[in-house]
């Protein structure tokens, strides 16, 4: 048995020892660990990541501003009614910052991230790794994990994905629904492929490995994850996808995919969102995650399935999984329609143990990587030209004269300058023959 094998198994023993003094639900016995919840937007959007005048202790169901939020569902009494052991909280910015503030912004979203567990050090553990999770679990405390969504908030920059790990981060989403310039974002299979994972993006997910951050491919095409998972030498994540087959969404995963997945031993976290479960979203309700959930299952095992369920990322939940403090609901309804199925043991896999076991192996390839050198080769000026040739330009700098592909990206200045040339031109002519003709 090597050393990782032996930490997850005794993490397992460690938290059923601990247990002896609990009994009652079955998420009394492992942490659910929830693979994406995106409350620090919510803190950016309504109160300007200012946490002075927020009570994360309260109920906020009737709270003025957060109660008539229709994407918020989250505080800490409901988390704990919902028995959340662990939780990724999401650094998210738009996609309109792609090329522009996108990576200031994240670290302020990260920032915000860890004063609020700093703020409530009775509830929260920040978490970095599996063993803190367990550790967390232990205290009877809510591991709170970092992941960034979008890979634009690297700005194709390896130094920043670097940087981030050193602040904790332990995922990245590749994509949001923008394309990077080295990944397809999803929507793009309602249209066409443009880029698929580009080499330099092989080399992100490749340097996600050495670092130990997950790989998560929600959000990504369907064909990146195909790509990053062939590309990957851990196992990767979908932080909160659901199926393809039962709701035909470009969001969520296809079943050649699953297949993939399975052989990569990873996870796919199930999402609630009411849009992507039921392609009526008004008709969303609980059993279609059971639904969902079962699905994955039946294709690939119990092994890879995990919950992601997108809180505070969405505006609509199904009816029975309003917020956070309904996670016992679905692991009851799942037990109650299926015994056979979801014994104890097994919902307790579904609950966090699969997840843990991929955060082992994570760390376990990291370490297995640790004298391979930190790749250093910038993103090439083509695949920045590539993409957008216009926005690009006006946010980044060039280091004159030393890159070897200085001339394309003065091709492009070029270009870009004899464009506003020619439009002058023709805006004097223009303006010229109108005051002949006038005269
Ligand atoms: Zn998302
Ligand atoms: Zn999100």
Not at 55 to 82: E, H, M, Q
Not at 247 to 272: A, K
Not at 356 to 368: A, G, H, K, T
């Amino acid at each position: 048995m090597n050393a990782y094998i032996f930490k997850f198994h005794l993490a397992v023993f460690i938290i059923n020892c601990f247990l002896s003094g609990r009994n009652g639900h079955v998420l009394d016995e492992t942490p659910v660990i929830d693979g994406h919840n995106d409350l620090p937007y919510n803190l950016y959007a309504l109160l300007r990541n200012n946490l002075s005048g927020f009570n994360f202790s309260a109920d906020l169901t009737s709270d003025p501003v957060w109660g008539s939020c229709s994407s918020c569902f989250t505080d800490i009494p409901r988390l704990r009614k919902g028995k959340v052991g662990a939780q990724f909280w999401v650094a998210y910015v738009g996609c309109s910052t792609q090329y522009k503030d996108a990576l200031g912004k994240t670290l302020e979203q990260i920032d915000v991230i860890k004063r609020l567990v700093k703020a409530y050090p009775n509830d929260l553990l920040l978490a970095t790794t599996a063993d803190d999770i367990v550790q967390a679990f232990n205290q009877s405390k809510i591991a709170s994990l970092i992941g960034v969504e979008g890979g634009h908030s690297m700005d194709s920059r390896l130094g920043v994905l670097r940087l981030f790990y050193e602040l904790g981060v332990r995922y990245m989403t590749l994509t949001h629904s923008c394309n990077t310039p080295w990944a397809d974002n999803s929507y793009v299979d309602d249209a066409a492929p443009v880029l698929n994972l580009t080499e330099y993006g092989k080399t992100v997910v490749r340097e996600m490995n050495r670092l130990g951050m997950m790989v998560d491919l929600s959000h990504v095409s369907h064909a990146v994850m195909n790509q990053a998972i062939m590309a990957s030498r851990a196992p990767v994540i979908f932080s909160h996808s659901s199926s393809y087959s039962i709701c035909q969404h470009n969001r969520n995963v296809h079943d050649d995919t699953l297949q993939l997945l399975r052989n990569n031993n990873g996870i796919i976290m199930v999402n609630f969102y009411s849009g992507f479960v039921n392609n009526n979203a008004t008709a969303a309700e609980l059993d279609d995650i059971v639904r969902h959930i079962n699905y994955i299952v039946d294709q690939i095992g119990v092994e890879y399935v995990g919950i992601g369920a997108d809180y505070d990322g969405v505006d609509s939940m199904p009816r029975g999984l309003e917020d956070v403090s309904k996670y016992p609901v679905l692991f009851d309804r799942l037990q109650q329609l299926n015994s056979t199925r979801w014994t104890n043991e097994t919902l307790q896999l579904l609950a966090g143990r699969n997840f843990l076991r991929v955060f082992y192996e994570v760390e376990r390839v990291r370490d297995n990587l640790a004298n391979e050198e930190p790749y250093q080769e910038w993103i090439s000026y083509e695949d920045l030209d590539a993409v957008d040739n216009v926005s690009v330009w006006n946010c980044r700098t060039l280091l004159n004269n030393t890159s070897p592909s200085l001339p394309s990206a003065q091709a492009s200045i070029a270009k870009r300058s004899f464009n506003g040339v020619v439009i002058f031109t023709v805006i004097v002519m223009y303006m010229f023959l109108t005051y002949s003709i006038l005269a």
